[in-house]
């Protein structure tokens, strides 16, 4: 919801502000019916410092150059943002493509589809560092969330990795009839 918003706003606020002459800068769209969500994320992360208008600080006196200095920081951070949403929706689209290639490997056994879903799950662990790499150069790690308690975002960088060792080990029909079979840490919570 998050990466929408901010879509949208930048979308909204920023397009065509850098226009040359009369000419505006082609807006970014996004429609969220579709699932583009990484592709959005990810122009925009690479257009928004082009789209964005540059301060001028040289004409700003001094009684107004803190707020130039406050303007700067917010949008250094806002950008910040935006570059590890970008990492994150890469993470995501990367991490579904290699399920959907391990599903297919454990339908077909064809090595092939094995390959392509490793490669898929190393690229999602990388994009994973990226984003941990933008959050952590935002905010401190680890972080208190309302309902999970403490996290912390480079220590979840195990579990991206731990995702290409399971597609390693995966043997073809892991899946019968739609449902996986359960190993014995897999128990649900009893009543």
Request: charged share 20%.
């Amino acid at each position: 919801m998050f990466a929408h918003k901010l879509a949208l706003l930048l979308i909204s606020g920023f397009a065509g502000a850098a226009g040359v002459g009369s000419q505006p800068m082609p807006a970014l769209f996004y429609d969220p019916a579709v699932p583009q969500l990484a592709f959005a994320a990810s122009e925009i992360a690479h257009s928004a410092p082009r789209a964005l208008p540059a301060f001028p600080v040289e004409r700003l006196s001094s009684a107004s150059c803190s707020l130039c200095i406050v303007m700067a920081k917010e949008l250094r951070l806002t950008l910040g943002d935006i570059e590890a949403m970008s990492d994150l929706a890469r993470y995501y689209a990367a991490k579904i493509r290699g399920a959907a290639e391990l599903a297919l490997f454990d339908g077909s056994s064809e090595d092939s589809k094995k390959q392509e879903a490793l490669r898929y799950l190393q690229a999602a662990a990388e994009h994973w560092r990226s984003y941990s790499r933008a959050y952590t150069a935002q905010y401190t790690q680890p972080h208190l969330y309302n309902r999970v308690g403490f996290v912390s975002i480079p220590a979840l960088t195990e579990k991206a990795l731990a995702d290409v060792e399971i597609a390693r080990q995966w043997k073809p029909r892991t899946v019968v009839d739609g449902k996986a079979k359960r190993r014995s840490a897999d128990q649900p919570f009893r009543k």
